[in-house]
C-alpha cells in the first residue's frame, strides 16, 4: 500500500491512509503529506470514520489489506478461516459500501483497486484458508454498481495539477 500511496501522491493525487500501525502509518502520511486515521478493518466503526476523513469525494479506493495462514488444511483452526474472511473478504466488501457514496460523487470513473494471489489459481498446500473470495469479490461489486466503477489499476489513472484525484488507502 504504500508504494501505491507513494506513485499516487508523486502523479499529484491526493490520499488518505489508513492503517493499524500508528508509528508506520504517521510516518506515511507525514512523508506524503496525506491525512490518515488508525485503526482496523475488522471495526465497523473504523471504516467509516477513516471514509469520512478523506472527504466527501473519492476518486479511488485502493484495500491494499490481507492475511495470510501458511498452513496445510489440517493445521488451520476455524478461527484462522473466520479471520482471513474478517478480513479478505468482509473488510474489503465493507470498505466498498463505506466509500460508495464517495466514489459515486466523484466527478470522473472512480475505481477500486484490490488484490489477491497466485495461490488461490495454483492451490498452494500451504495457503488452504485463501478461498479466493477477494477474487470474486470485485466483478459483483462492479456488476451491482454499474460501469462508471470498474475495477483497474489506479495508478494508470492520470491526473493534472487541476484535476487532482483522491484516494483513500486501507
Not at 506524503?32 to 488508525?38: F, K, Q
Not at 492475511?67 to 493445521?75: A, D, E
Not at 461489486?141 to 495539477?161: F, I
Amino acid at each position: 500500500g504504500s508504494n501505491i500511496a507513494r506513485r499516487l501522491v508523486g502523479a499529484k493525487n491526493t490520499v488518505h491512509i489508513t492503517g493499524r500501525n500508528a508509528e508506520r502509518t504517521a510516518a506515511l502520511a507525514s512523508e506524503l503529506s496525506a491525512s490518515y486515521t488508525i485503526g482496523d478493518v475488522t471495526d465497523d466503526a473504523h471504516i467509516v470514520e477513516a471514509v469520512a476523513q478523506a472527504g466527501p469525494t473519492l476518486d479511488g479506493l485502493v484495500y491494499a489489506v490481507g492475511t495470510i495462514n501458511l498452513k496445510p488444511l489440517i493445521r488451520l483452526t476455524a478461527s484462522d478461516f473466520l479471520n482471513d474472511y474478517t478480513v479478505n473478504a468482509l473488510g474489503a466488501a465493507r470498505s466498498v459500501q463505506a466509500a460508495l457514496p464517495a466514489l459515486k460523487a466523484s466527478a470522473g470513473t472512480a475505481s477500486v483497486l484490490f488484490f489477491s494471489t497466485i495461490a488461490v489459481a495454483q492451490g498452494f498446500a500451504s495457503h488452504a484458508s485463501r478461498i479466493g473470495c477477494v477474487e470474486a469479490d470485485p466483478g459483483s461489486v462492479t456488476a451491482r454498481r454499474c460501469v462508471t466503477l470498474p475495477p483497474n489499476d489506479a495508478t494508470d489513472t492520470p491526473a493534472s495539477g487541476a484535476n487532482v484525484l483522491k484516494y483513500v488507502l486501507y
